[in-house]
């Protein structure tokens, strides 16, 4: 048999191989994008204020074209799902990571002692914008100071400066409806550029400065609330009231470019103070022990990325089309070529809170404070959620945080 007839054939066995397993059976569309609650809810919210936005220009993005296919998009069939409050949106800020970790340990605080309480979202990030400024100091202009940060910021912060009831420190004036942190985080980053330029390495003035900032555009947190008729500091608050101990939880992360079975640093620029917290494992275990730790019931915060054509805020679910990879390839290295070119990035972090089996796979229900999860009917249980499939989580999900003796058998650590 001569080369070119081998090569035929093996041409022939490829096409019919990829055909048999229905590759590119996805389709694409492009899909103009139109105003949604970004831009109709909290977008007005900074028009009664500001009394002027510019109109935002027509555009259109490359994504699937999931209509027609049977979604599990619709929150009755989450039959296994954790008690959590209602969704929250996160306004016009990047403090994604605050939300989703907030609601995740709220939910914590209803697991371990039954309370049901709403924390504040702003205490927290009020104080990491202190410590960003403060290393940011302390590193000579060196540390990334912007608005983004991880999970396992809120049981360091909290750890340090203990945390209030929502009630207690809402980080609105004004008589605002959303959070915008842009006019904030510009004047902040603004400062701190001119210290660098001056070398005006006063690490005291420059905390006092950006408190005022903050004072000014969220208002002063409390150094003490009020709590069943006496006054007690955030700090006791969290101890007796909340009773979380922040030591008692750690992030799975899984990506090849580190040794696995080890903690290893998240090398992405939300992790400004390159923490090395996080245990790294293999995909197939960290999915292993997602599954677990959902079906013990446990919820995890979660974070990758969500700027993908199969990421589809029309029907609030997120898949993997088969146009980018077929399923059966998502691997290790799949998910760290991604990492690594830059097309999976670290965007978003929100709260796991179910999950449902569907054809033999899992989708997760994904508690959101993201504008995206909020363009349908306001009035529809769904808004405020996405649906996941468990393709996208392990290509796409980089990292949750869970509580340790969920992994205790993984990590070799809890709290008993």
């Not at 989450?78 to 970790?101: A, D, E, I, V």
Request: proline share 5%.
């Amino acid at each position: 048999m001569n080369n070119k007839l081998l090569q035929y054939l093996s041409f022939a066995l490829i096409f019919v191989f990829f055909a048999a397993n229905g590759q590119n059976k996805d389709k694409a569309i492009f899909r103009l994008v139109t105003p949604g609650f970004y831009q109709n809810s909290i977008l007005k919210d900074d028009r009664e204020v500001k009394e002027r936005v510019a109109p935002a220009k027509e555009r259109k993005i490359f994504v699937a074209d999931l209509t027609g296919l049977s979604l599990p998009n619709k929150l009755e069939l989450y039959k296994t799902k954790q008690w959590h409050n209602p969704p929250l949106s996160q306004g016009n800020t990047g403090t994604c990571w605050c939300f989703s970790t907030t609601s995740f340990l709220e939910t914590e605080a209803y697991r371990i002692n039954k309370i049901k309480v709403k924390l504040s979202e702003m205490y927290t990030v009020y104080w990491e914008y202190v410590e960003k400024a403060r290393r940011y100091v302390k590193e000579r202009g060196n540390s990334v100071f912007d608005e983004g940060s991880e999970a396992n910021a809120l049981p360091r912060i909290w750890k340090k400066y203990g945390i209030v009831p929502a009630s207690a420190y809402t980080g609105l004036l004004e008589g605002r409806k959303y959070h915008n942190h842009e006019a904030m985080v510009k004047e902040m980053k603004t400062y701190l550029e001119s210290l660098k330029t001056n070398a005006a390495w006063d690490e005291n003035n420059a905390i006092q400065t950006i408190k005022a900032i903050l004072n000014h555009y969220l208002g002063e947190p409390p150094s003490e609330i009020m709590v069943n008729g006496r006054k007690i500091t955030p700090i006791q608050y969290l101890k007796e009231i909340i009773q979380i101990n922040p030591d008692d939880y750690v992030d799975i992360l899984s990506y090849r470019q580190e040794p696995f079975y080890q903690y290893v640093e998240y090398k992405v620029p939300d992790n400004w103070w390159h923490s090395s917290d996080y245990y790294n494992v293999p995909l197939d275990v960290y999915m292993e022990t997602l599954k677990k730790v959902i079906r013990n019931g446990y919820t995890v915060s979660i974070g990758g990325d969500v700027s993908e054509p199969g990421f589809d805020p029309q029907t609030q679910c997120a898949v993997v089309p088969d146009f980018d990879i077929p399923a059966a390839y998502i691997n290790d290295d799949a998910r760290q070529f991604r990492f690594s070119n830059s097309t999976t990035t670290d965007d978003h972090g929100m709260h796991l809170v179910g999950y449902l089996e569907k054809d033999g796979k899992d989708w997760y229900l994904i508690k959101d404070s993201s504008s995206g999860s909020r363009n349908n009917d306001p009035d529809a249980p769904e808004f405020g959620y996405y649906f996941f499939s468990e393709d996208y989580v392990r290509l796409k999900m980089m990292a949750f945080m869970v509580h340790k003796d969920a992994v205790k058998d993984l990590t070799g650590t809890s709290t008993k």
